[in-house]
């Protein structure tokens, strides 16, 4: 099993690193900047134009959508793509390079299971970055981390599938070029479990698509993408829009799923690192009781935590990766779910040991660890909770004593 980068990935990490310091950097700022102007408008719903540019920029470097997969994408390996990620880590940075969730899950959809209609009128404005896109399964009635029990109807009606129900944390909604969203429901309900839902495409100008509210994180609202809490009545859509044929719905998901948890697993650890470099910078500079507070409270052992844990979880990550690359995702569902079972887990230990050397600085605007928090937090329950994957794991792990 090998980890070492490859001469592509070395020289990718090479441009996307100049690219990240030389460009995004210096807009950090600016983008701040231009998100509080449309707060303070009453309207974060919005795109901050030194996004674009960036954008605009990175792809006529060729620094474009890194996270797909195959020949429509930069033809990385998963493992190639790791580095990269992290290099970006969780926020919008990656979507400077088009490679940020949702579109990112959506893409792999499209290019896996879409039809060549499909992807002439979706996928490829995805790929060029002219429009975006966002992703409708939880609902707030059911427990979806067991996506049997997804409930909105899909019917069949003519030329058209008639779509019933009601969706929350539908991310990607609140983006003003967002186009279309892919959607979950049950088509097929007198066939087996696994064979009920499916996945459609509801263009997002659709009628009777309402807008209930907007979902916070803590109190954040992750404009401009945001996390939309939707109600969908008797929506229209023609036939041509069902992926891959009625009742493929888990079979799709779960091969959408994987590629999007290890990817958000790859950019978290690249969140984790940057809180470790603001508690080292911190715990080296704060002065209390005469000493740098690195030296008081055993803040040592706090710093040999962080290293530790991250590592231990870029090495789950990389061997989830590996093991997508060689076996399949399917024979990789045990690794997989260590990954996305503890990665999470251990960045928010580590933001929160970052908090703490930060003092009052730390839940404050005034650095970026509270928003780090919230991002990386809800990722705990986001494409599935620690609790199932965990389950997965144990499952796995069983199966191997039974007859």
């Known amino acids: 099993m090998q980890f070492e980068h490859t001469d592509k990935t070395k020289n990718l990490m090479n441009l996307v690193s100049k690219f990240i310091e030389d460009n995004v950097r210096p807009a950090e700022e600016v983008y701040a900047a231009q998100m509080k102007e449309f707060r303070d408008s009453g309207n974060p719903w919005q795109i901050p134009a030194v996004l674009y540019e960036l954008k605009d920029k990175a792809k006529s470097e060729g620094l474009w959508n890194f996270s797909l997969t195959g020949?429509?994408?930069?033809?990385?390996?998963?493992?190639?793509?790791?580095?990269?990620?992290?290099?970006?880590?969780?926020?919008?940075?990656?979507?400077?390079?088009?490679?940020?969730?949702?579109?990112?899950?959506?893409?792999?959809?499209?290019?896996?299971?879409?039809?060549?209609?499909?992807?002439?009128?979706?996928?490829?404005?995805?790929?060029?970055?002219?429009?975006?896109?966002?992703?409708?399964?939880?609902?707030?009635?059911?427990?979806?981390?067991?996506?049997?029990?997804?409930?909105?109807?899909?019917?069949?009606?003519?030329?058209?599938?008639?779509?019933?129900?009601?969706?929350?944390?539908?991310?990607?909604?609140?983006?003003?070029?967002?186009s279309f969203m892919i959607f979950m429901g049950v088509s097929n309900p007198d066939a087996p479990k696994h064979q009920r839902q499916s996945m459609i495409i509801v263009p997002k100008d659709t009628l009777g698509i309402n807008l209930e509210r907007w979902l916070t994180v803590y109190g954040a609202d992750h404009a401009p993408s945001g996390h939309a809490h939707l109600t969908f009545t008797d929506v229209r859509v023609p036939k041509e829009n069902m992926i891959l044929g009625e009742g493929r719905g888990f079979e799709i998901a779960q091969g959408r799923l994987g590629p999007g948890r290890i990817h958000h697993c790859m950019?978290?650890?690249?969140?984790?690192?940057?809180?470790?470099?603001?508690?080292?910078?911190?715990?080296?500079?704060?002065?209390?009781?005469?000493?740098?507070?690195?030296?008081?409270?055993?803040?040592?052992?706090?710093?040999?935590?962080?290293?530790?844990?991250?590592?231990?979880?870029?090495?789950?990550?990389?061997?989830?990766?590996?093991?997508?690359?060689?076996?399949?995702?399917?024979?990789?569902?045990?690794?997989?779910?260590?990954?996305?079972?503890?990665?999470?887990?251990?960045?928010?230990?580590?933001?929160?040991?970052?908090?703490?050397?930060?003092?009052?600085?730390?839940?404050?605007?005034?650095?970026?660890?509270?928003?780090?928090?919230?991002?990386?937090?809800?990722?705990?329950?986001?494409?599935?909770?620690?609790?199932?994957?965990?389950?997965?794991?144990a499952l796995e792990e069983l199966s191997q004593y039974r007859d």
């Not at 060029?128 to 896109?133: A, E, L, V, Y």
């Not at 059911?142 to 049997?148: C, E, H, I, P, Y």
């Not at 080296?284 to 040999?304: C, M, Q, T």
């Open 71 to 178: 020949e429509l994408g930069y033809g990385l390996s998963n493992l190639e793509y790791a580095p990269l990620a992290e290099m970006m880590g969780p926020g919008w940075i990656p979507d400077v390079f088009n490679s940020a969730a949702p579109d990112a899950g959506n893409m792999e959809v499209l290019a896996k299971y879409g039809t060549d209609h499909q992807k002439e009128k979706w996928l490829k404005p995805l790929l060029d970055g002219t429009i975006k896109s966002a992703f409708a399964m939880t609902e707030p009635g059911v427990a979806s981390s067991d996506a049997t029990n997804i409930s909105s109807s899909i019917v069949a009606d003519g030329d058209d599938y008639v779509i019933n129900g009601e969706k929350w944390w539908t991310s990607g909604y609140g983006r003003p070029d967002c």
């Open 267 to 393: 950019k978290i650890i690249g969140g984790a690192e940057v809180a470790l470099k603001l508690l080292c910078e911190r715990a080296s500079s704060r002065i209390a009781f005469g000493k740098p507070i690195a030296e008081l409270g055993g803040n040592y052992d706090v710093i040999a935590k962080c290293r530790t844990e991250i590592e231990m979880c870029r090495l789950l990550v990389l061997k989830a990766a590996y093991m997508m690359d060689t076996v399949g995702n399917k024979a990789a569902k045990s690794e997989l779910a260590q990954a996305k079972a503890e990665v999470p887990m251990m960045a928010v230990r580590v933001i929160e040991r970052a908090i703490q050397i930060h003092g009052g600085a730390g839940v404050s605007q005034d650095t970026p660890l509270a928003g780090l928090y919230s991002s990386i937090r809800y990722l705990r329950l986001g494409d599935g909770p620690d609790e199932v994957h965990r389950r997965t794991i």
